[in-house]
Antibody, heavy 124, light 107 residues
Framework: QVQLVESGGGVVQPGRSLRLSCAAS????????MHWVRQAPGKGLEWVAV????????YYADSVKGRFTISRDNSKNTLYLQMNSLRAEDTAVYYC?????????????????WGQGTMVTVSS | AIRMTQSPSSFSASTGDRVTITCRAS??????LAWYQQKPGKAPKLLIY???TLQSGVPSRFSGSGSGTDFTLTISCLQSEDFATYYC?????????FGPGTKVDIK
C-alpha cells in the first residue's frame, strides 16, 4: 500500500545537527514533489520545505532557511531533511507528506499521503 | 507571505449537529485551499482540496466552499468520529501555510 515512513528523530543538543529520512513505498516516488511539515507539542501544523519530483526546485519556510536542507534520492525512494544549527524552537514532530498530484509543475499542492511522524527534541 | 486565520479556534458540539468552520487568507488564493482533519497522536488527513473537491474516501457529510480569501468547511451531521482538530492550508504560493486550527469537541 502507499506508505511513508519517517525515521531519524531523537534528542539533540542546541546547535547540533540531525538528518531525518522518509522512506516511500507503494507509489512512483520520482513522480511526486515531497514536503516536510512539523508540529510542535500542542501546537498547529507548520510547513517546512518542499522538493520537486526531480529535485531541481526547493523552497523553505523562513524559520528554517539557511539551516535546513531538503533532498531526495529517487533511486532509493527516500526523502531527507538535513537539520543544522538546531534550536529549541525546532522541537516538533516532523512529518513527510506527498503532493496530491503527480508531475506537479504549478507549485504548491495539497498533501494526500502523510507519514506517521518522527519526534525531534532539541534540548541541553 | 500569506497568513491564514480560522474561526472559531474551538467549540463544543453534539453528534448530529451541523457545524461550520471558517478560514480566511490574508490575500486572494483563488481556490488553492485544502482542509485537513487531525486526531490526537495521528497524522493529518486530507478532507477537501481545491476549496470544494472531496478527497476520495471522505464521507459526503463534509463539504467545502469559497474562493479568493474566504472559505468554509461544513460538516452536515456531526458523527462521533468527527471530533478532532481541523486545519485549512493555502497552496497558492510558497511559503505554504496552515491555519491555526479549529478544535471540535464533545458538548
Amino acid at each position: 500500500q502507499v506508505q511513508l515512513v519517517e525515521s531519524g528523530g531523537g534528542v539533540v543538543q542546541p546547535g547540533r545537527s540531525l538528518r531525518l529520512s522518509c522512506a516511500a513505498s507503494g507509489f512512483t516516488f520520482s513522480s511526486y514533489a515531497m514536503h516536510w511539515v512539523r508540529q510542535a507539542p500542542g501546537k498547529g501544523l507548520e510547513w517546512v520545505a518542499v522538493i520537486s519530483y526531480d529535485g531541481s526546485n526547493k523552497y523553505y519556510a523562513d524559520s528554517v532557511k539557511g539551516r535546513f536542507t531538503i533532498s531526495r534520492d529517487n533511486s532509493k525512494n527516500t526523502l531527507y531533511l538535513q537539520m543544522n544549527s538546531l534550536r529549541a524552537e525546532d522541537t516538533a514532530v516532523y512529518y513527510c507528506a506527498r503532493d496530491l498530484r503527480s508531475w506537479n509543475n504549478r507549485g504548491g499542492d495539497a498533501f494526500d499521503i502523510w507519514g506517521q511522524g518522527t519526534m525531534v527534541t532539541v534540548s541541553s | 507571505a500569506i497568513r491564514m486565520t480560522q474561526s472559531p479556534s474551538s467549540f463544543s458540539a453534539s453528534t448530529g449537529d451541523r457545524v461550520t468552520i471558517t478560514c480566511r487568507a490574508s490575500q486572494g488564493i483563488s481556490s488553492y485551499l485544502a482542509w485537513y482533519q487531525q486526531k490526537p497522536g495521528k497524522a493529518p488527513k486530507l478532507l477537501i482540496y481545491a476549496a470544494s473537491t472531496l478527497q476520495s474516501g471522505v464521507p459526503s457529510r463534509f463539504s467545502g466552499s469559497g474562493s479568493g480569501t474566504d472559505f468554509t468547511l461544513t460538516i452536515s451531521c456531526l458523527q462521533s468520529e468527527d471530533f478532532a482538530t481541523y486545519y485549512c492550508q493555502q497552496y497558492y504560493s510558497y511559503p505554504l501555510a496552515f491555519g491555526p486550527g479549529t478544535k471540535v469537541d464533545i458538548k
